[in-house]
Nanobody, 130 residues
Framework: HVQLVESGGGSVQPGGSLRLSCAAS????????MGWFRQAPGKEREGVAA???????????YYADSVKGRFSISYDDAKNILYLQMDNLRPEDTAMYYC?????????????????????WGQGTQVTVS
């Protein structure tokens, strides 16, 4: 069993920054394939950033085009926390942000950023930019 708990959301002005955290507990094998997703009202859930294992040491990092250069995903292995640093936030970044994890490898960017590729989800944290 895997439990994911997000935190760090809030309201910020355009151009501001937030850092989201996702505390993971339970099956630690899922830490190798994790990502951040978001869903705005009336829209489908979309992948924002993903971190997937390449080998024992390195990971691939993937980002949606809309957040490249502004968002950064990272993982603290000692604390089992996945982060999403969000800078230069825009009103269109407003959404509920979810952390997700999975046991299966992701070999393509489409898989890594695809919501259907993940089986474990947190409850979400709201980000509002206005």
């Amino acid at each position: 069993h895997v439990q994911l708990v997000e935190s760090g959301g809030g309201s910020v002005q355009p151009g501001g920054s937030l850092r989201l955290s996702c505390a993971a507990s339970g099956d630690t094998s899922t830490k190798y394939y994790m990502g951040w997703f978001r869903q705005a009202p009336g829209k489908e859930r979309e992948g924002v950033a993903a971190r997937v294992r390449k080998d024992r040491i390195t990971h691939y990092l993937y980002y949606a085009d809309s957040v490249k250069g502004r968002f950064s995903i990272s993982y603290d292995d000692a604390k089992n926390i996945l982060y999403l640093q969000m800078d230069n936030l825009r009103p269109e970044d407003t959404a509920m942000y979810y952390c997700a994890a999975d046991r299966s490898s992701k070999t393509t960017e489409i898989q890594a950023l695809g919501p259907t590729s993940y089986n474990y989800w947190g409850q979400g944290t709201q980000v509002t930019v206005s």
